[in-house]
């Protein structure tokens, strides 16, 4: 799975700490997603969407190989 959590921290001016902070997990979380390394729970992802105020589709998509 792919998501767009570093385009989306740009346009909110957010670090990676910085989201970190607000949805609660640690910078190396937020680093490992958007390397595709880590792949959120359905409530992290959730609590990110709201914070960006867009769907959890506009953040994360599936590739064909998914």
């Known amino acids: 799975m792919k998501n767009n959590i570093k385009v989306q921290r740009a346009i909110y001016n957010m670090t ?12 190396q979380t937020i680093n490992a997603m958007e390397k595709n390394k880590y792949v959120p729970s359905t409530v992290l992802s959730l ?20």
């Open 16 to 27: 990676q700490a910085d989201l970190a902070d607000k949805i609660g997990v640690s910078r």
């Open 47 to 66: 609590k990110i969407a709201r914070l960006f105020k867009i769907s959890v589709e506009e953040i994360f998509f599936l590739e064909d190989e998914d």
